[in-house]
């Protein structure tokens, strides 16, 4: 008997997924498939902490189906030689996923999977997953459809009538190969604890979004945090977008009843934009898929000419560039998994601008230590936070200020940085300048304890803007940048504030 299989990626649940829905409807049996990959283990920017994420969130998966009367199956091996060895065993007569919009190789990948499909004629069938719009040929027009998407009813977890049952072993990271890095304050993984957090934070942490979000700190607490739950895809922006927007409703009907109710209108309102935010910057990486391996403006990149100091990009990676508040923000990322926005595109200002490291060594760096990685966001934003786009205004951030603003009596820097546990709160952002003497007392010894500043951070971050800014004036790097300012630019305004919007782009992330 002919079966469907739907297969499974980075949309792990149950809850609006309109392939797994589909295949119920069809009235054939359905077999769930999650496959682990050894090929994208090899991936420069794929670490063990990714996929322990998603197979945990897959396990997490497997138990809400067995309630449904079905179950996932775990494969481990190439996607062909899978899908080949299911085809034989239960005669495939549709494939169903959501589109994938990954890195370079998973696109290979996919065309790859299509070959296949067409060669045994089989029907691949792919679902629009969220704000991103496959074969956009205008971007004025994606706004529209993006919108119009969020507004399909949302669906719960299905049932099963026919399914093929999984009797194999679920696989674990030493079936894999792979030893993740323990990760402080992890997550849990999973649909119901997706849509646990995201309760908590509309009815509650969200209060405080819009002042909280910018620092490392409070965005812990009053972020929405949810950002690893839309990668490993346990819930869908569609369904978090809609119950915002119910939330507001709701706020609004009962004003008179709630304390601040406009402040805290206003900071859903910013947490919904970013919703949007997030589907545009993925839209980038759909509709020009190389965007993790070759800059947006190549001519740019060239006349920058970076090179990779060996020392410089150690030190940059161990949070032990000299700068207490960077240091502690590096180190906490690496403890982690996750760190605010504003952080972020402070890491790629320092690497880039002060540093003059390469983009794609550091930003692969980077998607190694974020358990949220997120190709289409995170190659989107190296390249506008290294300059190499050509359209958005350049931001080098001064690590001394954005300490100072978020970090001012230093509580922040001495948790991450132990080293510097004593130094006073006159110090404790230029430790420095603190005298020879007191350093000796306090076992602190620049130099020594802890570093010193690994160059001069405002000479190096004015030559770092200087020299980016002569880059792009040449014509080669103004004709190129024009073509992606067209085809990646944001609409949400008029084409005169395009610029003034994609520079601000750091204030539109989670």
């Known amino acids: 008997m002919a079966i469907d299989v739907v297969w499974f990626k980075r949309d792990l649940r149950t809850r609006d997924h309109v392939p797994l829905l589909s295949a119920i409807l069809s009235g054939r049996p359905v077999l769930c498939l999650f496959m682990l990959e050894p090929d994208r283990f090899k ?21 809400t189906l067995e309630k449904s009367g079905s179950s996932l199956h775990f494969q481990i091996g190439d996607p062909v030689k899978i899908l080949e060895k299911i085809n034989n065993d239960h005669d495939i007569m549709r494939i169903l996923s959501h589109e994938e919009t990954g890195n370079s190789w998973s696109y290979s990948r996919d065309k790859k999977v ?21 074969r956009l040929e205008n971007r004025d027009l994606w706004k529209r459809e993006r919108d119009s998407r969020m507004r399909i009813p949302l669906n719960e977890t299905p049932t099963f009538s026919k399914s093929i049952i999984f009797e194999g072993k679920i696989p ?23 849509l646990r957090r995201l309760d908590i934070f509309l009815n509650e942490d969200s209060k405080k979004y819009s002042w909280a979000i910018s620092s490392p700190i409070l965005s812990t607490k ?85 090179k990779l100091d060996f020392e410089k990009f150690t030190r940059w990676k161990e949070g032990k560039t000299g700068w207490p508040f960077f240091d502690a923000c590096m180190r906490q990322l690496t403890s982690t998994g996750w760190i605010n926005f504003r952080m972020r595109a402070m890491m790629m200002s320092a690497a880039s601008y002060n540093l003059w ?31 190499t786009t050509g359209i958005n205004t350049i931001r080098a951030y001064s690590m001394t200020k954005q300490g100072r603003d978020h970090d001012p009596k230093g509580e922040y820097i001495r948790k991450w940085v132990p ?49 980016t800014y002569s880059a792009r004036n040449g014509e080669d790097a103004r004709r190129i940048s024009k073509k992606v300012l067209q085809m990646h630019g944001s609409r949400s305004k ?13 204030k539109k992330l989670f």
Not at 425 to 431: A, L, Q, R, S, V
Request: with cysteine.
């Open 114 to 134: 299509l070959k296949w499909c067409n060669s045994k004629k089989i029907e691949w069938t792919e679902y629009p997953n969220n704000g991103v719009i496959r």
């Open 172 to 194: 674990n990271m030493g079936d894999l190969n792979l030893t993740p890095r323990n990760l402080v304050s992890r997550p849990k993984p999973g649909e119901d604890a997706a």
């Open 222 to 306: 009053h972020g929405s945090v949810l950002s690893p739950y839309f990668t490993a895809g346990v819930i869908s922006v569609r369904r978090v977008v809609q119950e915002t927007t119910s939330k507001i409703n709701y706020i609004r009907k009962n004003r008179l009843f709630i304390d601040d109710y406009s402040d805290w209108i206003q900071s859903l309102i910013s947490f919904r934009r970013r919703l949007a935010w997030r589907c545009h910057f993925i839209q980038k990486l759909e509709m020009e898929s190389n965007l993790d391996l070759i800059a947006q403006n190549p001519a740019i990149e060239e006349i920058l000419d970076r």
């Open 494 to 506: 008029s084409r005169r504030n395009i610029k003034k919007n994609e520079s601000s782009i750091q």
């Open 357 to 387: 490291l390469p983009w794609r060594d550091t930003g692969i760096f980077l998607a190694k230590q974020f358990l949220d990685y997120e190709p289409g966001i995170h190659w989107s934003q190296v390249g506008m936070q290294s300059g």
């Open 43 to 63: 991936q420069k920017d794929t670490d063990p902490i990714h996929v322990n994420w998603e197979l945990d969130c897959a396990i997490d998966l497997s138990k």
């Open 419 to 467: 080293e510097l546990s004593m130094v006073p709160t006159d110090f404790i952002h230029e430790p420095w300048q603190m005298p020879v003497s007191l350093q000796e007392l306090i076992c602190c010894r620049i130099g020594i304890e802890y570093p010193e500043p690994i160059v001069n951070e405002l000479v190096s971050r004015k030559n770092g803007i200087s020299k």
